[in-house]
């Protein structure tokens, strides 16, 4: 039931907002958001955190952030962009890294708000 309420929370905060659908990949943006959220990627040391790879950073973030870096990182990389690779990772390893109740929620929100997200 926790987890429904924040669902819908987190659908109706993203939706009254802005579209996410397009988002510009600009290096020096993700640089800056990475290096903001260093308490995130502590388990990595500081001269390598501005090279971590896409996939890291959207497992930290959907793992750990809160919703506005949620936000921001659909802003900086994209929505389906994110999807893909949260797909990726998913669907084509053996094991990930994601909690249950994190994987369930993203997988049923970007099968409904990315057209060609796929289970």
Known sequence: MVIYCLARVFLLFLH?????????????????????KTHLFWHIPDDKKEKISLDLLV????????????????????????AEIFHTSVHNRKRNNYHPPVLNFFNLYFKRHVQRYII
């Open 16 to 36: 009254n907002k802005q579209s996410f659908s397009q988002g510009n990949m600009n290096n020096e943006d993700i640089k800056r958001f990475i290096s903001g």
């Open 59 to 82: 497992e930290v973030i959907l793992n750990y952030g809160t919703l506005e870096d949620v936000k921001i990182m659909f802003n900086l990389i994209g929505i389906e962009r994110v």
